[in-house]
């Protein structure tokens, strides 16, 4: 397919070169390459998926005449999609699964072969050369490495640029920090709430001269940044914007950093979904790199806007503003991403509980506080509650309980009597979050 063919070509360039291209192609070429990459993606996930031909056949979307995503006109896929048919979505034989680590029953699957996650591979080394990661620098890779993706596919751009990296996994920070010294390191991949643990540790014990940290899958807390950046006396700090779906980096922050997400929009057309007067709106993109699954119009339940001026950066893609939020009740924390479902199944089995409750995120200084606000029943003892809680949270979310017990955040239980929470209102919110409201 010719997407795929100038795919290969351009991971072939020298990352210098790629990185160039960025701010010196016409925009035109740019538009145009996104353009003729969505028309071929179109047709081929018709000709080649099961979902997408009985889907285009429903909505009587002819492929042939499909120019632009708004052509598709109320055609969209959904995270219900990629739970219930990711196998039928598929064009081609996979090598490779990945699943979102949310625990709402079925899991999201996403499907790659050899050919997309060397290109994912190829466009992380352009990321990190525009950051300005070199040739010698010594890099600790602590994205976790579950069945979740963001481990394996920056090991796999590590890997690609030859750098040299400890690939630790999401481990304790502080087995980190005291290898940072021993291997040299200087370059630090991790999740924001991770990175954060580890700057404290800096804080206490001393920091040693990095001179970058990539934070991405979460929110960072703004005030973190300049903290993080003069503990470790001067690092530079970064974010990209990233999914199991998207299957690699969607948005990054340039080198020097300018406001908001560059979109690779080379690989993703972006749409923003029905937006509101200010611009934002569901973040919806279309896959245009990847072979075996492609993501047409994917909604994202996640809420920007595209920076429609151009970058002071100059580069040509644009940008998506740092994120308001999600559309939906799920709620990306430091211990996970969270769902009310997770929650009923923690307190289902708890003696002296009332029905009512609610999960509010806060931030206290920099550490996310989970705050869980129960009713009790009279008579009920704290202790046995909070207890079980805890017990359950251990047995039945492993991944929350780990991040929990080093300290990546805190828990608060809070008690009210019966009936108080929900106050006169119909419908109580499950999952508060609270951390990036002004
Ligand atoms: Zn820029």
Not at 81 to 104: I, K, Q, W, Y
Not at 160 to 187: C, H, Q, W
Request: proline share 5%; aromatic share 12%; hydrophobic share 35%.
């Amino acid at each position: 397919m010719f997407a795929n063919f100038l795919n290969k070509a351009v991971d072939a360039i020298p990352p210098s070169v790629s990185a160039k291209l960025l701010t010196t192609t016409p925009q035109a070429l740019f538009d145009w390459k996104r353009d003729s990459s969505f028309r071929q993606f179109v047709n081929y996930a018709y000709k080649n998926s099961k979902f997408y031909r009985e889907k285009f056949d429903i909505y009587k979307i002819d492929p042939r005449k499909v120019r632009k995503p708004s052509d598709l006109k109320d055609f969209y896929t959904t995270a219900e999609d990629v739970v219930n048919h990711a196998e039928d979505m598929l064009c081609s034989r996979p090598h490779m699964v990945f699943e979102s680590s949310g625990t709402t029953g079925r899991n999201k699957r996403i499907y790659m072969s050899q050919e997309d996650l060397d290109h994912s591979g190829a466009l992380d080394r352009v990321g990190f050369y525009l950051w300005g990661i070199r040739p010698g620098d010594r890099v600790v890779n602590a994205f976790d490495f579950s069945i979740w993706i963001p481990g394996h596919l920056t090991q796999r751009g590590l890997e690609k640029s030859r750098l040299f990296t400890l690939a630790a996994g999401k481990s304790d920070p502080m087995e980190v920090y005291k290898r940072i010294p021993v291997y040299n390191i200087n370059v630090v991949f991790g999740e924001p709430t991770w990175l954060i643990k580890l700057t404290e540790i800096a804080e206490e014990k001393g920091a040693y001269p990095l001179k970058l940290l990539i934070g991405g899958a979460e929110n960072m807390p703004e005030a973190a940044r300049p903290w993080m950046e003069k503990v470790w006396k001067g690092a530079k700090v970064r974010m990209v914007y990233a999914s199991v779906e998207c299957g690699g980096v969607l948005g990054f922050e340039s080198e020097p950093r300018c406001d908001g997400y560059h979109v690779d929009e080379g690989d993703y057309y972006i749409e923003i979904a029905d937006p509101d007067k200010d611009g934002y709106g569901e973040v919806v993109f279309t896959t245009l790199g990847r072979s075996v699954m492609p993501l047409i119009r994917y909604r994202t339940k996640d809420s920007s806007r595209i920076i429609d001026k151009p970058c002071p950066c100059g580069m040509r893609y644009r940008r998506l503003a740092k994120l308001r939020g999600r559309t939906d009740e799920m709620v990306v924390s430091a211990g996970g991403n969270l769902y009310p479902l997770m929650f009923e199944k923690i307190f289902k089995t708890v003696e002296g509980l009332m029905s009512d409750w609610q999960i509010v995120f806060k931030l206290r200084g920099l550490k996310e506080v989970m705050e869980l606000n129960l009713e009790l029943k009279d008579g009920a003892s704290k202790d046995n509650v909070k207890e079980n809680i805890l017990t359950n949270i251990k047995e039945l979310y492993p991944d929350i309980w780990k991040n929990y017990s080093i300290s990546i955040f805190e828990m608060e239980f809070i008690y009210h009597p019966a009936g108080s929470l929900r106050a006169g209102a119909r419908k109580l919110i499950r999952l508060a979050d609270k951390r990036y409201t002004d």
